[in-house]
C-alpha cells in the first residue's frame, strides 16, 4: 500500500455526490469512481495467497457487536471536517513542449514484483507496471487534475454503463459493456481481445494457489456465482491440466459473453461501486495462452502477453525488464495511453540513496520502488528543485495490527481493553520523523484516512501531541490484569524503512511493560506466510506487526478501505482483514455503504463504522503519507497515478536533445 497526508476526503465526497446525481437522473447504480491500488514503497495491501469464498471463514476472536465503553480520556468524534491541506509541492510534470517518441526510459529500483499475473499482482510498483502491458474495461485518467485522477473513464469498454444507455438493467443488477473491436493482444498473428477473454481472466482470479487475488471481498459475493465457482475450485490440484479443465469446464453463472465484443454481467445484489472494481488490474482479460500454466509460476512469467502499448520482451527476476513498443496496439484503440518512448529499461538492485543519486545525475529516469530518501528532501524542497513532486497517498501507512486470534499469553490481545492499552502506547510523531518528518507525514487517529469516503477527524485516544503515553498504557493493562506486562510477538519486513519502525514500536511498548521480539521476514513472504495466514495468527506466530493500506480506488470506496481491512465475513486464508476482526454492527454499516447511493448515508455509515472499529482497537493508526517522486531532467509529462503512487510510464516522452 502506499501513502497519502492531510487532506479530507472532499474529493472522495465530491466523487459519490457527482455518482449519486448520475444514479439518480438514470436510477443506476454505477458509480464515477475513483482509484488506487493495494502498499507501503512496493508493499500491497496483501499479496497473493489462497482466498476464501465469502461465508466460508472462520474468525477465531470476534469483537462483539455492542459498542464497549468510551476509552477514558478520548475525545468524542467530529462531524466537522479539518480544512483541506495540499503537499507544499505537488507536481513536477514538466509538460512543455510537443510530445516526441522515441528513446529509452529508464526506471532503476531495489525489488521485483509481488506478482507478474494480473490475477495476483498487488503491489503498487507492480501496478506501475501493469498499466503499461495490461487493459481493463474500465481505468482511471492520467491527470495532473486530482479530481480527474481519481474518476473513471472507458478503457476497453466503448462506454461507462448506465440505466439510459441500457448498460444497467432498471434493478441495478445487470451490466451490459460493449467492448472496442481494435483492442488486439500481441500473439503471432495479432488477435482481437474479446468478452471470452475477460471472463478467463475473472475465472482465473480464485485459483487455489498462493497467487490468487488478494481481495476476493471485491469479487465473491458480488457477482452472480462466483461464490460457487470459487468455493469448487478451491478443491482443485494445482497443476496445469487440472486447472485448465476445471476453469474451461466450468462456468460463473453471473458471467456471459453475448458476442465477442459484448460482455453481460449479472450481480448478487446492486453495487454502486461496480466499475470501480471493474477498473482494477485484477479485472484484466486474459489470453487463453495462459492456461498453458499455473497463475504466475515461473513459465508464466515469461510468457506474459500484452494488450496495452507496451510488452515485456525480456525478464531476468530479480534483476530487470525490458519492455518494448507492442506492435499490436494502436492508439486509436486506447484512450486512457499512449506509446511515446520506444522502450522501458527497470534495473533492479540499488538502494533508495544510490537510485536518488543516479536520478539526480541524469544517468536514470525514474524511481522503481523506491522514493526520494527523506533526508534529502528538505534540501530539494529549499531549493524548489523542479525535478522532485510530493503527491498525497489517501493512504493509513503504516499502522500496528493487533492479531485479534493469537493464542500467545492466554489470548490477551482478544481483550479489547489490552487493546485499548496499546492504542495509547504509540508515539506516532516519532514513526513520521523515520519516514520524513511533518512535510511527508500526518498523524492519523482513525482507520479511515483522508481523501476516503466516511473520513471525519476524531481521536478515542489523545495522548500529548500524538507522542504516546506510556503511563495511561500501563495503568490500563493493570486494570485489564496485567500489572507486569507480557512478551508479543511483531512480524515485520526487512526491507526499507520497516525495521526502523519495528524498533520504534518495541521501544513504545517497552515504556509500557510490554517486552516485543521481533520475527524478520522478506516482503515476499511477510502477507502470505503471516498476516493472510489464518492458521499461523491462530497459533501465535505473530501478534502485532506494521502493514501499510493505500485504497484500491478513491471517491465511493468503502469496498476498498472498510470492506478488507474489517469484514470477518470473507475471512480466510489470503484475507486482509488480518486481525481477525468481525463485528455485526460494522459489517451491516460496510454492507449499507456499499449499495447506497445517498452520499449523505454512505459517509455516515463509514464514519460509525470506524469509530466503531476504533473502540475495539482493531488497529492503531499511525500517519496518513505523501509521497516524494523524482525524475530526471529529459523526462517530460511526468503525471502521478494515484493508483500506483508512481508516474503513468504512457505518459511520458524524453527531451529529443538527450
Known amino acids: 500500500m ?96 510537443s510530445p516526441t517518441p522515441g528513446g529509452t526510459l529508464r526506471m532503476i529500483g531495489n525489488a521485483d514484483v509481488d506478482h507478474l499475473d494480473t490475477a495476483a499482482g498487488y503491489y503498487t510498483t507492480t501496478y506501475t507496471l501493469e498499466r503499461a502491458f495490461t487493459r481493463q474495461l474500465y481505468t482511471n485518467p492520467a491527470s495532473s487534475d486530482p479530481a480527474t485522477s481519481i474518476s473513471v473513464v472507458p478503457d476497453v469498454a466503448t462506454e461507462l454503463p448506465t440505466t439510459a444507455n441500457g448498460g444497467v438493467s432498471a434493478d441495478g443488477k445487470t451490466y451490459t459493456i460493449h467492448l472496442r473491436p481494435d483492442v488486439m493482444w500481441d500473439t503471432q498473428p495479432a488477435r482481437a481481445v474479446t468478452a471470452a477473454d475477460f471472463i478467463l481472466g475473472f475465472k482465473r482470479l480464485c485459483n487455489p494457489t498462493q497467487n490468487s487475488v488478494g481481495a476476493p471481498g471485491y469479487y465473491i459475493g458480488v457477482i452472480k456465482g462466483m461464490d460457487t465457482y470459487c468455493a469448487a475450485f478451491k478443491n482443485v490440484k494445482p497443476t496445469v491440466a487440472d486447472f485448465k479443465a476445471y476453469i474451461t469446464g466450468h462456468d460463473i453463472s453471473g458471467m456471459k459473453a453475448v458476442n465477442d465484443t459484448t460482455l453481460q454481467i449479472e450481480l448478487v445484489k446492486p453495487a454502486a461501486d461496480f466499475v470501480n472494481i471493474l477498473s482494477l488490474p485484477f479485472s484484466s482479460a486474459a489470453p487463453v495462452e495462459y492456461l498453458q500454466y499455473l497463475p504466475d509460476d515461473a513459465n508464466f512469467r515469461q510468457h506474459t502477453i500484452s494488450d496495452g502499448p507496451y510488452s515485456i520482451t525480456k525478464y531476468v527476476p530479480g534483476q530487470s525488464y525490458l519492455l518494448d513498443k507492442n506492435p499490436a496496439w494502436t492508439q486509436a484503440s486506447d484512450p486512457v495511453r499512449h506509446q511515446y518512448v520506444d522502450h522501458i529499461q527497470v534495473t533492479l538492485g540499488p538502494d533508495e540513496n544510490a537510485v536518488q543519486q543516479q536520478i539526480a545525475a541524469g544517468t536514470q529516469d525514474m524511481e522503481w520502488d523506491t522514493t526520494v530518501p527523506t533526508a534529502t528532501v528538505p534540501q530539494l524542497k529549499a531549493s524548489n528543485d523542479a525535478r522532485m513532486g510530493i503527491y498525497p497517498n489517501y493512504d493509513t501507512n503504516p499502522f500496528l495490527v493487533i492479531n485479534q486470534q493469537s493464542s500467545n499469553n492466554g489470548g490477551a490481545l482478544g481483550k479489547v481493553e489490552v487493546r485499548q492499552a496499546i492504542e495509547y502506547a504509540i508515539n506516532k510523531v516519532s514513526k513520521g520523523k523515520i519516514y520524513g518528518g511533518p512535510s511527508l507525514n500526518t498523524p492519523l487517529n482513525q482507520i479511515i484516512p483522508p481523501g476516503n469516503v466516511g473520513y471525519e477527524e476524531f481521536n478515542l485516544y489523545p495522548t500529548p501531541n500524538n507522542s504516546g503515553d506510556p503511563a495511561k498504557c500501563k495503568s490500563m493493562l493493570a486494570a485489564a490484569g496485567y500489572p507486569n506486562g507480557f512478551t508479543l510477538i511483531d512480524v515485520y519486513r526487512t526491507s526499507g524503512k520497516h525495521p526502523d519502525i519495528y524498533q520504534s514500536v518495541q521501544a513504545d511498548l517497552q515504556a509500557c511493560g510490554i517486552t516485543v521480539k521481533g520475527v524478520p521476514s522478506k516482503a515476499s513472504d511477510y502477507y502470505g506466510k503471516y498476516l493472510s495466514d489464518p492458521t499461523g495468527s491462530k497459533k501465535g506466530t505473530w501478534d502485532i506487526s506494521e502493514p501499510g493500506w493505500i485504497p484500491d480506488w478513491y471517491g465511493n470506496n468503502a469496498r476498498s478501505v472498510m470492506e478488507p481491512l474489517l469484514d470477518g465475513r470473507t475471512y480466510g486464508p489470503g484475507s486482509t482483514d488480518w486481525s481477525g476482526y468481525n463485528n455485526a454492527t460494522v459489517n451491516a454499516d460496510i454492507d449499507k455503504a456499499l449499495t447506497s447511493t445517498d452520499p449523505a448515508e454512505v459517509q455516515k455509515a463509514m464514519h460509525e463504522a470506524d469509530v466503531q472499529a476504533m473502540k475495539d482497537a482493531v488497529i492503531v493508526p499511525f500517519q496518513t503519507q505523501s509521497t516524494p517522486l523524482m525524475r530526471s531532467e529529459r523526462v517530460h509529462n511526468a503525471i502521478e497515478l494515484p493508483s500506483s503512487v508512481q508516474y503513468d510510464v504512457t505518459q511520458i516522452w524524453l527531451n529529443p536533445t538527450s
Request: charged share 0%; aromatic share 2%.
Open 2 to 97: 502506499s501513502g497519502k497526508y492531510g487532506r479530507f476526503s472532499l474529493l472522495a465526497v465530491l466523487a459519490v455526490a457527482s455518482l449519486v446525481t448520475a444514479a439518480c437522473s438514470s436510477n443506476s447504480p454505477s458509480s464515477s469512481a475513483s482509484s488506487s491500488t493495494p502498499s507501503v514503497s512496493s508493499s500491497p495491501p496483501a499479496t497473493g495467497g489462497g482466498s476464501a469464498p465469502s461465508g466460508t471463514g472462520t474468525v477465531g476472536a470476534s469483537s462483539s457487536a455492542s459498542s464497549p465503553s468510551q476509552p477514558p480520556g478520548s475525545q468524542a468524534p467530529t462531524s466537522q471536517a479539518p480544512t483541506s491541506q495540499a503537499p507544499v509541492q505537488t507536481a513536477n510534470v514538466n509538460a512543455t513542449g
